[in-house]
């Protein structure tokens, strides 16, 4: 597939890591140039760096920006009208203490009402950005991606993409189910870094045999 992240940051990193390393054709998309050009050659693999206008020619766009300029960005992508659109924001307060969404609505669905054409997939949140650069592993087992999203279509190819980068995954329902993802990766920054436990951690859902 061919993977457009706008976003030049800790996550856009080590999402082109694991998904060039897969086999996948990835672009940095970043609003600075110099900055997409670095994050490319540090994620390797032929990861490439593009304008955030040149997102939308891409199979999947991941928005690997804050919550608060997710709709700034997909704007400069000129809408991404029928992209399966991968939103990987937790709508943290300014000083991670907590959500500043949440209950009624979440971050995805509140960008999937900006943008109904954009077809939205909330994915990835919950996996910390140093777990990516461990290959999106813990002590050599997979973690889990939880997938949500309305389009049943886009699910499966985000699921599909992130099987083949070495995830488990885990599809939650209706976008509606952000509404509990985001809290889970609120749970994991205050275990993470409020509680001292550090960054290889990731949740997981088990069932019995
Ligand atoms: N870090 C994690 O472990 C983690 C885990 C799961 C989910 N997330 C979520 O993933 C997203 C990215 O996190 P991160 O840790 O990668 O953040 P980061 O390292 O701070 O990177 C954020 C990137 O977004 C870009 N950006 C900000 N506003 C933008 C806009 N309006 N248009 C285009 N680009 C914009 C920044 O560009 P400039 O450099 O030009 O400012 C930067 O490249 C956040 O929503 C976060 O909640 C993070």
């Not at 970043?30 to 304008?51: C, F, I, L, M």
């Not at 766009?61 to 992209?83: R, T």
């Not at 592993?137 to 997979?142: F, L, M, S, V």
């Not at 809290?183 to 920054?189: D, G, K, M, S, T």
Request: no cysteine.
């Amino acid at each position: 597939m061919n993977v457009s992240i706008i976003g030049a940051g800790n996550m856009a990193k080590g999402l082109a890591a694991v998904f060039t390393a897969a086999g996948h054709r990835v672009t940095i998309a970043a609003r600075d140039k110099v900055k997409g050009e670095a994050a490319a050659q540090e994620a390797g693999n032929g990861a490439t760096a593009g304008s955030i206008a040149e997102a939308a020619a891409a199979d999947i766009v991941v928005l690997a920006v804050p919550y608060q300029g997710a709709f700034e960005a997909i704007e400069a992508a000129g809408g991404l009208v029928g992209k399966i659109v991968i939103d990987i924001t937790n709508p943290m307060t300014e000083d991670f203490s907590g959500l500043s969404i949440g209950h009624t609505t979440s971050a995805a669905e509140e960008i999937q009402k900006k943008f109904p054409h954009a077809r939205l997939v909330k994915a990835f949140n919950t996996v910390f950005a140093q777990v990516l650069q461990n290959g999106g592993k813990i002590a050599g087992k997979p973690v889990t991606v939880f997938v949500a999203g309305d389009d049943a279509e886009a699910r499966t190819k985000v699921v599909e993409l992130a099987q083949d980068a070495g995830f488990e995954t885990q599809v939650t329902g209706s976008l509606s189910t952000a509404r509990y993802l985001e809290p889970v990766a609120a749970l994991n920054i205050t275990l993470g870094y409020g509680l001292g436990h550090g960054v290889a951690i990731a949740p997981t859902w088990q069932r019995a045999a």
